[in-house]
C-alpha cells in the first residue's frame, strides 16, 4: 500500500511568534523547522512499513506552502519517507481550515494513498481539524488522536483516548488517521539519511496540477476571516523563583504556602 | 438562514455531556439576537423524557436521529449536515471536546462552511457571529467572523456555561441516510477506564504530575509530596497515554476539570489541552526546569529548577513543618 505523510514547515519552538498586523497572518519569518507533530506521523508510517503486517510500496510525505517548505519535506524523508510532494502556489496564501482542508485533500487524491497519516496538530496554527476536514473531502473513514495502530487482514485497529475513556476503533483502508503524540517516540535521523534526503525525488505541485479549484482557496476562497487582535485580560504575573540553592527554594516555597494556609 | 444547531453527546447511559449542555445554554442566548431558536441534535436512541429535556436548557427543539450510532464522529456529520440544510440553519455549535473536534471539522467539508475552533467566547455583530479564538498559545486572542453561512464553532472545553430555564423541547425524529464512508469505522469498544480509580475531583491539594517526571517511577514523588499535605495526585494526558498514571486521574481536555485549593505542577509544562482543566485552581504552583514552559505564564509562584532535586526535599520540609 501507499501511505501519505501530511506534514508542515511551522516556526521553529524557540521563535517569538506573532501576527502581521497587517495581512492577519501568521508572520513566517526567523528559523524554521518540521512541526514537531509531525514527526510522530512519520514514524507510524515507518513502523507500519517495517512492521510487515501488510506491504507498504511507498511512503510519500505531502506538504503545503511556500519555497521554503522544501526543508521540511527534506527532514522528513530523512526521517524515513522515500519522495514528497510539495503543493505551492501564490494562490494559496491566506487559506483558511476550510480552503486548506480542499486543497491537501486535492493534492492527496492526485497521489490515491490507501493510508494518509498526520500529527494531532500543528506547532502553529494549534487546529486539530485538519484531518477530519481532508477524510470528508476523499470520502474516507477519520479519526483523531489516535495513540495505538494495528493492521491486520487490510483494516487498522486503533485506539484513542475520547470523551468517556479509551475507545477501540476498527477502521476499513483507505483512510485517514492523525496521531497523537503518545503514540510513539520518533526516531532521529541518521547523518546519511540528511545526506541523501536531497537526492530522493521531490515532486513540486501548482494549483492546477491537482485540479484545485483557484476559488475554493487563498483569503478568496475562505470562509472565515480575522476581523482583529486583542491581547488576552491582563493576569497578574506571578512570582518566579530560579532554583540556585535548593535548601533556600524550598524554605521559600513552605513559606508561601504557609502565607496561604495550604499546609 | 437562522438558528444555531448543538450536538448534545451523551454516554452509554444516555446521560448528556456538560459541555455540550453548556453550549446549549450559549446557543440559546444567541439565537435570541441573530434571529431563530436553539435545537439540538442527539443520535441513537435516546428516551423522548431525556431529549426533551435539553429544554431546560434552552433547546427549542431537539432533532433526534436514532438509526445514528453515538461516539464516532462521522455519522453524526452526515445527520447534523442534513438537519443543518434541510432547516436552513445558520451556524452549528459545539461544547469541545475530541467528537465535537472532529464533528464540526467534518462539517466544514461537507458543507464548505467555515470553522473557528478553541473558541472562548461569541458575540454577536450586526446579526452575525463573531467568535473570540485565543491563537499563539493563548498570547492573543483574535476576533474571527464567518463570511457565510453555516459557520461551525467549536467551543474551548469548558468555555460556557450550562444554565437550567425550566423549558422542554420539542422532539422531532429525522431519517438519515448514512455516507459510504461514514459506516468504514466502527467502534469495538467506547470508554474503557484503565489503571485504578482515583478520585482527584474532591480533592483540596493536587499534585499534577506531567512528562516532566522523565519516567513512571517519577510519580512516586508526587505521591509522596502529596500526601504530606493530605492531598491527591493527578496527571497530563500526555502520562496516561504513555501508561505512567490511571486515566481516572487525568486533567484535561479529555479528562477532568478540577479546581482545588492548590495545584502544584511538578514537570508539567501548561499545553492548553491540561490548563482548561486546571486553571481555575485557586493557588497554582509550578515546578518546571524549563523557564520557558507556557505553566509559568499562569501559575502564582513558579519555581524554575530540578523536580528531582526540590520535591524530596520540600516533601521533608513540609513533614517536618507538620511534625513540629
Known sequence: ?263 | MAGILVYALHDDEGNFNKNSLGAISEAAKLAGEVGGEAAALVVGEVADDACASLGNYGAAKVYRAKSVPEGLAQPIVDAMAKVIQDEGISYALFGGGLLGFEIGAGLTARLNAGVTMEVTAVKVDGGKLVVERPILQDSEIADVGYVSEPGIIIGRLNAFDAKESGGTAEVVDVDVELSEWSSKAKLVQRGEQRGADVNIEDADILVGGGRGLGAKEGFGLCEELAESMGGAVAATRAVVDAGWYPYAAQIGQTGKTVAPKLYLAAGVSGAIQHKVGMQNSENILAINKDPNAPIFEFSDLGVVGDLHKIVPKLTEAIKAKKGG
Open chain 1, 1 to 263: 500500500m501507499k501511505i501519505c505523510v501530511l506534514v508542515k514547515e511551522v516556526p521553529d519552538a524557540a521563535v517569538q511568534k506573532r501576527i502581521d498586523p497587517n495581512t492577519m497572518r501568521l508572520d513566517r519569518g526567523g528559523e524554521k523547522n518540521l512541526n514537531p507533530f509531525d514527526t510522530h506521523a512519520l514514524e507510524a508510517a515507518m513502523q507500519i512499513k517495517e512492521g510487515g503486517a501488510i506491504p507498504v510500496e511507498e511512503v510519500v510525505a505531502v506538504t503545503m506552502g511556500p519555497d521554503s517548505a522544501v526543508r521540511a519535506l527534506h527532514k522528513a524523508v530523512a526521517l524515513g519517507a522515500d519522495r514528497s510532494v510539495h503543493l505551492s502556489d501564490e494562490a494559496l496564501a491566506g487559506s483558511d481550515v476550510c480552503a486548506t482542508g480542499y486543497a491537501l485533500a486535492k493534492v492527496l487524491e492526485s497521489e490515491s494513498p490507501d493510508l494518509v497519516l498526520l500529527g494531532q496538530q500543528s506547532d502553529d496554527g494549534e487546529c486539530y481539524t485538519i484531518g477530519a476536514v481532508v477524510a470528508d473531502h476523499l470520502r474516507m473513514p477519520s479519526l483523531t488522536q489516535v495513540i495505538q495502530i494495528d493492521v491486520s487482514d487490510g483494516k487498522l485497529r486503533c485506539e484513542r483516548q475520547a470523551e468517556y475513556g479509551y475507545d477501540t476503533v476498527e477502521v476499513e483502508l483507505p483512510a485517514v488517521i492523525s496521531v497523537g503524540d503518545a503514540i510513539n517516540e520518533p526516531r532521529y535521523p541518521s547523518l546519511k539519511a540528511i545526506m541523501g534526503a536531497k537526492k530522493k525525488p521531490l515532486d513540486s505541485k501548482a494549483t492546477g496540477d491537482v485540479g484545485i479549484e483557484a476559488g475554493q482557496v487563498g483569503e478568496g476562497g475562505s470562509k472565515t476571516k480575522v476581523l482583529g487582535l486583542n491581547p488576552p485580560p491582563a493576569k497578574e504575573a506571578g512570582e518566579i523563583i530560579e532554583d540556585e540553592d535548593t535548601n533556600e527554594t524550598v524554605e521559600k516555597i513552605v513559606a508561601w504556602l504557609d502565607e496561604r494556609k495550604l499546609i
